[in-house]
């Protein structure tokens, strides 16, 4: 069984310290999916990379983050372990059909709907190691200062290039991260593609082989983890 250790504090702790802004950011950690390109072994966002489980990563930065006011892990059937060790560390944990991750957020907004335009979500998945609550926090930045309801954030496929990374899926000459940003409203949203050339936004944990990959471009960039 893996223990938190990295922070002394509870998840209460954090969420009670955390500054109310003009706007309420709710964090979904998308940590539902088969998992199928990583292999049957065990569930993805607990696969260690060093040494540290995927979703243990995610939660750490947007802990770090200082303009979260509530953070929830949206895990399925698929994920029961995952579940499991996200309530015994003090995350609140959704429970979500496992239809797929469209339908799933489609379900979690239905369940969290509040029509309030103030209160926000920004969704993430489970398998980015390297995200930051820095990075987190500028692009809550640039949220705020855009007119549009809903933002993708995404990274330039010439980026990818650059960095010997494969991106699962193109549109044009981007890459979506897997962070975006959302009203809390059941409706079509316009949205505003902020591209970021971020290492930390380009990788993503889906075999086993993108763990090799992980640590030749940790080793080129200089990055320790
Ligand atoms: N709750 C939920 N999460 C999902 C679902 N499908 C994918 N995810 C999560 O979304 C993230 C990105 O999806 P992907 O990389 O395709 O996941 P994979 O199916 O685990 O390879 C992962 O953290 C998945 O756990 C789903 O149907 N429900
Ligand atoms: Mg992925």
Not at 99 to 119: A, H, R
Not at 161 to 180: A, R, W
Not at 192 to 206: D, G, H, P, Q
Request: proline share 4%; glycine share 6%.
């Amino acid at each position: 069984m893996y223990t938190w250790s990295k922070k002394e504090t509870s998840a209460k702790e954090i969420i009670k310290s955390l500054k109310i802004c003009d706007i309420m950011v709710t964090a979904i950690v998308m940590a539902g999916g088969k998992g199928t390109r990583m292999g049957k072994i065990s569930e993805k966002p607990l696969k260690k990379v060093f040494g540290i489980p995927l979703i243990i990563r995610v939660l750490d930065a947007l802990s770090d983050s200082n303009q979260i006011s509530e953070i929830l892990v949206a895990t399925s059937s698929n994920t029961p372990k995952t579940a499991e060790l996200i309530r015994e560390i003090g995350f609140n944990v959704i429970n979500t059909p496992g239809d797929g991750y469209v339908e799933d957020l489609q379900y979690i907004i239905s369940k969290k709907y509040t029509n309030e335009p103030n209160e926000i979500l920004l969704t993430i998945t489970s398998d980015m190691p390297l995200i930051k609550g820095k990075t987190i926090d500028k692009v809550l930045l640039e949220y705020r200062n855009c007119s549009k309801p809903a933002m993708c954030i995404a990274v330039p496929l010439d980026f990818f290039l650059e960095n010997n990374l494969k991106p699962s899926i193109v549109y044009g000459d981007s890459v979506p991260s897997g962070l975006n940003i959302l009203r809390s409203n059941n409706k079509q949203q316009d949205e505003e593609v902020l591209m970021l050339r971020k290492i930390e936004l380009a990788v993503n944990i889906n075999s086993c082989e993108d763990i090799v990959v992980l640590e030749e471009v940790l080793n080129k960039n200089g990055i320790k983890i």
